[in-house]
């Protein structure tokens, strides 16, 4: 299979965009030493937008529901024999969630494997937004939500199609119910309310993986993906391979070796469970609405605010990480 150029899997809705590597070289800020194939920034892009046409993907919901069998589908299509971890969940609110974590393999028979992660639920609340009218509104979530799923099935598309067999096995993982974490309007704080679904996943391990990469929020406009606590804590050598692999793509400038925040999320209880596993997550030093940039958990965390260049970025770093490992 050609590596410099996408397949035609979705030709009418790309239409004349294209992710070539002449495109690559122009959105890249160094001379790539590229391993692995090309990883197509339309086609994620596409991904993204298709989650969001079911709405807002809100726990127990009906877009939820026709969400996850999407998802599904598609990386069905793309060679994976996915499975569905599906329990259900008590929310901070005493509220039952019906989660599904969805389980999508690659090299299935192999031993040696590793996670890559997503959450594809959406917040119930914008509880961030800086309309206070807006903070019992359901957050669309093509940042926080769509963004890692789109890298995630790019990702197994192009590793199908890729002539080079990978010596071991990816299991991705679509984690639910990961924003259902208390509001800020609630008096109930509790920080065990986020990540549910990767909690439960933590506890009933379906294999034995070596390490793990987190997606979140990994395709806003001006995304910087600074160095996170935990991943330098319980992850060191994984977190300095993916941001040497960043380096060597040419996407150095979107991932600087320096520390961000140290985050609650999808990797936590996968690090306290023994899997090394990093978060690829964005830190916005500069912003006075959230150091998760001025979209996190507002009603503008919607397509119009997604930056393909950062999606290619992050894809290509991964790719450049998993062919190089």
């Known amino acids: 299979m050609l590596k410099n150029s996408c397949l035609s899997i979705i030709a009418a809705a790309l239409l004349a965009t294209g992710c070539g590597s002449k495109q690559a070289a122009s959105t890249a800020d160094e001379e790539p030493i590229l391993a692995g194939p090309t990883f197509c920034e339309d086609s994620a892009l596409w991904y993204c937008a298709e989650q969001c046409k079911f709405g807002p993907r809100t726990m127990n919901s009906a877009a939820h529901d026709s969400c996850c069998e999407w998802i599904q589908k598609q990386f069905s299509k793309y060679g994976c024999m996915v499975k ?3 329990a259900d969940l008590k929310g901070w609110d005493g509220t039952t969630l019906r989660s599904t974590n969805i389980i999508a393999s690659t090299n299935p028979e192999a031993q040696r494997r590793m996670i890559i992660c997503a959450h594809w639920d959406c917040r119930p609340w914008a509880d961030n937004d800086p309309d206070p009218k807006n903070h019992h509104t359901p957050v669309m979530a ?3 939500g769509a963004s890692g799923i789109g890298v995630m099935i790019e990702l197994a598309r192009v ?3 890729d002539s080079v067999t990978l010596p071991f096995g990816i299991d991705f993982v679509c984690f639910d119910a990961e924003d259902y974490g208390s509001p800020q309007w609630s008096d109930n704080q509790d920080e065990s309310s986020w990540a549910l679904g990767a909690q439960y996943f933590a506890k009933n391990l379906p294999a034995k993986y070596d390490q793990g990469i987190l ?4 395709g806003g ?9 935990f991943s330098k804590h319980y992850a060191n050598t994984v977190l300095d391979d993916v941001w040497q692999a960043a ?3 040419g996407y150095g400038s ?3 070796r320096q520390a961000g925040g140290t985050i609650t999320d999808d990797h936590k209880p996968l690090n306290e469970a023994g899997i090394p596993t990093i978060d690829i997550i964005p830190y916005y030093p500069d912003c006075e609405q959230s150091g998760f940039g001025p979209t996190w958990h507002t009603i503008n965390d919607d397509m119009q605010h ?7 970025a992050v894809g290509q770093t991964v790719v450049q990480y998993l062919y190089t490992r």
């Open 159 to 161: 590793i199908q199609a």
């Open 306 to 312: 997604l930056d393909k260049a950062t999606l290619k």
């Open 221 to 229: 406009q001006g995304a910087h993906f600074y160095q996170e606590g």
């Open 254 to 256: 979107y991932f600087p």
């Open 142 to 144: 093509a940042n926080d």
């Open 84 to 86: 569905t971890q599906r």
């Open 247 to 249: 380096s060597d793509a």
């Open 215 to 218: 997606l979140d929020m990994v």
